[in-house]
C-alpha cells in the first residue's frame, strides 16, 4: 500500500486515481472527526469536502513521510 504522502505527490502530477484513494482513505475517519466537533451533518460534510478541494489546490505543499494526515486534520487547512 502506498503511503499517503505518495498518493499525494501523485496527485500534485495530475493522478485523480491517486485522488480517490487519498478520498476513500480519510472518507470516514475524518468526517467522524468533523462531525464530532460540529454536530450537523450537512455543516460536516462541507466541511469535509473543503478539506480534499485543499489537497487539489495547494500542489505547492511537500509533505514528510506520515505528515499528511497530520495535515489534513488540521482546522485551518
Known amino acids: 500500500m502506498e503511503s499517503d504522502e505518495t498518493l499525494y505527490r501523485q496527485v500534485r502530477n495530475g493522478d ?8 476513500s482513505r480519510y472518507e470516514r475517519a475524518l468526517f467522524g472527526y468533523i462531525y464530532r466537533y460540529l454536530g450537523n451533518r450537512q ?3 462541507e466541511v469535509f469536502h ?3 478541494m485543499q489537497v487539489l489546490e495547494c ?7 506520515g505528515s499528511f494526515r497530520g495535515w489534513i486534520y488540521r482546522p485551518e487547512n
Request: proline share 0%; no cysteine; net charge negative.
Open 50 to 52: 473543503e478539506a480534499f
Open 16 to 23: 485523480m486515481k491517486s485522488f480517490d484513494l487519498l478520498y
Open 59 to 65: 500542489r505547492e505543499v511537500t509533505f514528510e513521510e
Open 43 to 45: 455543516e460536516s460534510d
